[in-house]
């Protein structure tokens, strides 16, 4: 068994859409990135790289490469996900949190467990997502952006 860990963070901005976990979230902002600006992803991307001694998703990914400009991150997490598969990983359960002030993202976290477990090739059961604040602290308290954390367990297949 192999453990990860991961964690991304991204700055509001209006005229953007909100993506999270794969799922969009009416909010009047969205996060400024380089691709759609996904952190839950981001941060799983590289919980799921670090497991497999693979390094980080700037890596495999770099914000310099026009390829990436506004791309879905699922299709990133999809790529990163057929890496493991070619070395014999899959995942055993991934654990995330998101942390916002804002918007609130209770009745979304179903969709994100099913959107990231059918992404991961696993049951949703294993992908646990949960949102919490800051309690008006911070950046993410201030309502400045969001940030994500995310622990994964790989096993051999």
Known sequence: MLIGQGFDAHRFAPGRRLVLGGVEI???QGLIA???GDVLIHALCDALLGAAGLGDIGRHFPDTDAAYAGID???LLRRVVASLAERSLGVHNADLTIIAQRPKLS???PAMS???AEDLGC???RVNVKATTMEEMG???RG???AASAAVLLTER
């Open 107 to 109: 009745p979304y976290i």
């Open 26 to 28: 009416p909010h009047d």
């Open 123 to 125: 049951e949703a059961s």
């Open 144 to 146: 400045e952006g969001i």
């Open 139 to 141: 950046f993410t308290g």
């Open 114 to 116: 099913r959107t990231l």
């Open 73 to 75: 991150s699922r299709i």
């Open 34 to 36: 380089h691709s759609d």
